[in-house]
C-alpha cells in the first residue's frame, strides 16, 4: 500500500518568514495529494489540494507543488501568521480508496 | 461546501460499556465514510471504511467485533466502541468522500475510566 513521509516533523519560524513542509509517497498510482490543518481538539481541515495532472497550485498565501517523478509534493506558506501555528498533514490517495497521511509537521510561528 | 458533522465531541465512559460515535453528511449524500483512530501527537490512522448498505472494511489490525460500524443512510455512519478499556481511548475522526474530496468531522475524544 501507499507509505507517505512527511518532513520536518516539528517547524519554527518567525511572523512573516516562509515555511515548507516536505511529503514523499511511495506509490507511483497516486493521483491525489491534500494537505490538511489540525488545530488542538479539532478534525483536520483541507486548506489545499492537488491532483496528478498539475505541478502547482496557489491559493493566496498557500501553494503546493507537486513532482510525480520523484514522487514528492510540497506545502508552501508565505507571510506566515501566528494563527498558521498548528498540525498540518499530507496525503497521498489512489482515489476514493487508500488515503494514506503523513506523520504531521507542528508549525509555531513566533510573532 | 461539504460539511460533516460528528457528535459527540468528547464522551467519558466507564471500562466495559459501549460508546456510540455518529458522523453526519449534512448538506450531501456519503455512499462511503471513513472512520480515523488519532493518539497525542501523532497521525490519523485509518480504522475502516463504512459503505452505505454493505459491511465495513476493516484496516488489518482493526478488531471488528470492538469497533462496530453502520452505515445505514447516506448521511449517517456510525461507530460504536464495545466493551471500551482505557486503552480504547483516543480520538475518533470521521470522514466522507465526495466530489474527489475529503471532509472530515470535528473529532470526538473518548476518555474511558
Known amino acids: 500500500g501507499e507509505n507517505v513521509e512527511q518532513h520536518p516533523s516539528t517547524l519554527s519560524v518567525q511572523e512573516g518568514d516562509s515555511a515548507v513542509i516536505k511529503c514523499t509517497y511511495s506509490d507511483s498510482a497516486s493521483n491525489y495529494f491534500p494537505w490538511y490543518k489540525q488545530e488542538l481538539g479539532k478534525g483536520p481541515q483541507l486548506i489545499i489540494d492537488i491532483r496528478s495532472n498539475v505541478g502547482e497550485k496557489k491559493d493566496q498565501r498557500i501553494a503546493v507543488t507537486l513532482n510525480k517523478t520523484a514522487k514528492h509534493f510540497s506545502l508552501h506558506i508565505t507571510e506566515t501568521q501566528p494563527e498558521d501555528s498548528a498540525v498540518y498533514f499530507c496525503?497521498?490517495?489512489?482515489?476514493?480508496?487508500?488515503?494514506?497521511f503523513g506523520a504531521g509537521t507542528r508549525l509555531t510561528v513566533k510573532p | 461546501g461539504a460539511v460533516v458533522s460528528q457528535h459527540p465531541s468528547w464522551v467519558i465512559c466507564k471500562s466495559g460499556t459501549s460508546v456510540k460515535i455518529e458522523c453526519r453528511s449534512l448538506d450531501f449524500q456519503a455512499t462511503t465514510m471513513f472512520w480515523y483512530r488519532q493518539f497525542p501527537k501523532q497521525s490519523l490512522m485509518l480504522m475502516a471504511t463504512?459503505?452505505?448498505?454493505?459491511?465495513?472494511?476493516?484496516e488489518q489490525g482493526v478488531e471488528k467485533d470492538k469497533f462496530l460500524i453502520n452505515h445505514a443512510s447516506l448521511t449517517l455512519s456510525t461507530l460504536t466502541v464495545t466493551s471500551a478499556h482505557p486503552e480504547d481511548s483516543s480520538f475518533y475522526i470521521c470522514?466522507?468522500?465526495?466530489?474527489?474530496?475529503?471532509?472530515f468531522g470535528s473529532g470526538t475524544r473518548l476518555t474511558v475510566v
Open positions: 470522514s466522507a468522500y465526495r466530489n474527489y474530496g475529503y471532509t
Open positions: 496525503a497521498a490517495s489512489l482515489g476514493i480508496h487508500d488515503m494514506r
Open positions: 463504512s459503505n452505505e448498505g454493505s459491511k465495513a472494511t476493516y
